[in-house]
């Protein structure tokens, strides 16, 4: 599976952004998640959601912000981010996992994107 992010870019404060993640194979039998790494500091969990897209999880700092949908007839799997802070600043990486329920740890995802930049301005 090759995983291919974007949708990233300059926002202010209060914008919204809708990142897309364009998968190689077919997905539906993957839990997809993104993550996401500051400048400086560790990556940390963002999102994630169930193979079928009847179910999420998400970072307390972007709950009700954010949200994380599918499209498994395009192996596409979306952010759409509102609200956002200057600290949501970061490279979005977008993953994909052979486990049956979502997970925030990072280890358990198997296939990796390259990421987008999101940059918010204050």
């Known amino acids: 599976v090759q995983l291919q992010a974007s949708g990233g870019g300059l926002v202010q404060a209060g914008g919204s952004l809708r990142l897309s993640c364009a998968a190689s194979?077919?997905?539906?039998?993957?839990?997809m998640g993104w993550f996401r790494q500051a400048p400086g500091k560790d990556g940390e969990f963002v999102a994630a959601i169930t193979r079928s897209g009847g179910s999420a999880n998400y970072a307390d700092s972007v709950e009700g912000r954010f949200t994380i949908s599918r499209d498994n007839a395009k192996n596409t799997v979306y952010l759409q981010m509102n609200s956002l802070k200057p600290e949501d600043t970061a490279v979005y990486y977008c993953?994909?996992?052979?486990?049956?329920?979502?997970?925030?740890?990072?280890?358990?995802?198997?296939?990796w994107g390259q990421g987008t930049l999101v940059t918010v301005s204050s």
């Open positions: 194979g077919r997905t539906f039998s993957y839990v």
């Open positions: 993953a994909c996992s052979r486990l049956t329920v979502p997970s925030l740890d990072k280890k358990l995802y198997n296939y």
